[in-house]
């Protein structure tokens, strides 16, 4: 009985350190200058299905604390096709659509096959 204890004490804690792997988001940092009343949101171009419209939620400025204008906006990835992608950026609210960000160039590919698996003695 205290081996199966034993054992499964080593399983457990093996799968506590194994790495976890969170799914891919991109961020928008926004500070904004203007009123809470008005909904703001960002719009993602260059990815399937754009333009998309994503939810901005309000933050603590990395870099000021003293700021609380601060807004992020998440979009998650995980189900983003492989492919090369330039993605843009830009704001939008009841009144219109600020200009777009600079673009943001990236790839998103899973490694290929295993080429080579032997033993070396």
Known sequence: MKILLVILALFVGLIFTLPVQAAPFVYFNWDNQGDETNPVKIVLLGL???PIEAEITKVAN?????DDMFYRAEYDLKDLPDGSYILIGKMKNIWGESEESEPYPFVKAVPGDVSDVHLDF
């Not at 990395?62 to 003293?66: E, G, T």
């Open 48 to 50: 399937p299905d754009s």
């Open 62 to 66: 990395p870099d000021d604390p003293a």
